[in-house]
């Protein structure tokens, strides 16, 4: 009998940890989504500056966006955004 619930435990435990690592799969794969998004903004912003499009510069703010530079300007809006970018 010991070893008939022996097995038990064993299957059972085997069930949870395949569950388990399958609810991770979707986190990753989002990791993975987020960094490639993450390098092409910055591409894209690279570009743009590169070749003063403000149009493809300020294609990812939104009108309510706030910004600090790296000189700890502050910044409101998309139109004071273009402002300081023009």
């Given at each position: 009998?010991?070893?008939?619930?022996?097995?038990?435990l064993w299957i059972g435990g085997t069930v949870l940890s395949c569950q388990n690592q399958n609810e991770t799969v979707p986190l990753t794969n989002?990791?993975?989504q987020d960094s490639l998004e993450l390098i092409?903004?910055?591409a894209?912003?690279?570009t743009a500056?590169?070749?003063?499009d403000m149009a493809l510069a300020m294609g990812r703010f939104t009108e309510?966006?706030?910004?600090i530079?790296?000189?700890?300007?502050?910044?409101?809006?998309?139109?004071?955004?273009k402002s300081f970018m023009a």
């Open positions: 009998m010991k070893i008939f619930y022996l097995g038990l989002t990791r993975e092409q903004m910055v894209d912003r690279e500056m590169i070749q003063k309510d966006a706030t910004w530079n790296s000189q700890g300007y502050y910044f409101e809006g998309r139109e004071g955004l």
